[in-house]
Antibody, heavy 116, light 107 residues
Framework: EVQLVESGGGLVQPGGSLRLSCAASGFTFNTYDVYWVRQATGKGLEWVSGIGTGGDTYYSGSVKGRFTISRENARNSLYLQMNSLRAGDTAVYYC??????????WGQGTLVSVSS | DIQMTQSPSSLSASVGDRVTITCQASQDINNFLNWYQQKPGKAPKLLIYDASNLELGVPSRFSGSGSGTDFTFTISSLQPEDIATYFCQQFDNLPYTFGQGTKLEIK
C-alpha cells in the first residue's frame, strides 16, 4: 500500500524558515516524480514544486528563489526547505507522487502557518 | 501561466442524477488534463487522467472527455459518497495549474 507521510509543519514568523519532510513507503520511490502541492484553508490547490527521477527540479513562480525541493532516494524521502516565509505561504502542504504532472497518490498534508 | 476555469463553482443534485462539470483552459492543452476528488478534511484523489482515462479502482460512473481547451467531467448517477469538491488540473505546461474547484452537494 502506498503511504506518504508529511511532517515538519508548524507556526513560524514571517521571514522564518521551515523544512518539510515526506516519508514514502509501499512503492519504488526512485521511479516516481515527486511534488509538493499546497492548499490554503477553504481555497483551491496550488502546485508548488516538483522533482523528477533524475533530480531535475521545478518551482512555481510564487516560491522560486525561496523554496528548495530535494529527494533522498536511499531514505525514500522528499523534502521542501522553505525560507523567507510570508503570510501567503500559510497552507496545508501535501506531498504527492506521480508521473509527468499526474498526481497519482497524495499524503494527508502538514499545516504551515506563517504569522507574527 | 495557463488558467483553468471550472464551472459551476457549486452544484446541488439529487441521488441518481447525472452531474456534469466543465473545465476550460486558457490555451490548448491537448488532453493533458486530470480530475481529482477531495472529500472534506482529506487529501485529493486522482479519478481521471489524460482527460478520459479512469484511474484503477475508480467506479465507472465517473468519466471525462474533451481535448484542446474544453473538458467535461461526468458522474452518471450521483451517489451519496460522491459528495466532495472536484478539481481539474492541466499538466501540459509548467506551472501545473488547477481549476478553482466545484463543490458538489446532495439536494
Amino acid at each position: 500500500e502506498v503511504q506518504l507521510v508529511e511532517s515538519g509543519g508548524g507556526l513560524v514568523q514571517p521571514g522564518g524558515s521551515l523544512r518539510l519532510s515526506c516519508a514514502a513507503s509501499g512503492f519504488t520511490f526512485n521511479t516516481y516524480d515527486v511534488y509538493w502541492v499546497r492548499q490554503a484553508t477553504g481555497k483551491g490547490l496550488e502546485w508548488v514544486s516538483g522533482i523528477g527521477t533524475g533530480g531535475d527540479t521545478y518551482y512555481s513562480g510564487s516560491v522560486k528563489g525561496r523554496f528548495t525541493i530535494s529527494r533522498e532516494n536511499a531514505r525514500n524521502s522528499l523534502y521542501l526547505q522553505m525560507n523567507s516565509l510570508r503570510a501567503g505561504d500559510t497552507a496545508v502542504y501535501y506531498c504527492a507522487i506521480g508521473r509527468g504532472g499526474i498526481f497519482d497518490y497524495w499524503g494527508q498534508g502538514t499545516l504551515v502557518s506563517v504569522s507574527s | 501561466d495557463i488558467q483553468m476555469t471550472q464551472s459551476p463553482s457549486s452544484l446541488s443534485a439529487s441521488v441518481g442524477d447525472r452531474v456534469t462539470i466543465t473545465c476550460q483552459a486558457s490555451q490548448d492543452i491537448n488532453n493533458f488534463l486530470n480530475w481529482y476528488q477531495q472529500k472534506p478534511g482529506k487529501a485529493p484523489k486522482l479519478l481521471i487522467y489524460d482527460a478520459s482515462n479512469l484511474e484503477l479502482g475508480v467506479p465507472s460512473r465517473f468519466s471525462g472527455s474533451g481535448s484542446g481547451t474544453d473538458f467535461t467531467f461526468t458522474i452518471s448517477s450521483l451517489q451519496p459518497e460522491d459528495i466532495a469538491t472536484y478539481f481539474c488540473q492541466q499538466f501540459d505546461n509548467l506551472p501545473y495549474t488547477f481549476g478553482q474547484g466545484t463543490k458538489l452537494e446532495i439536494k
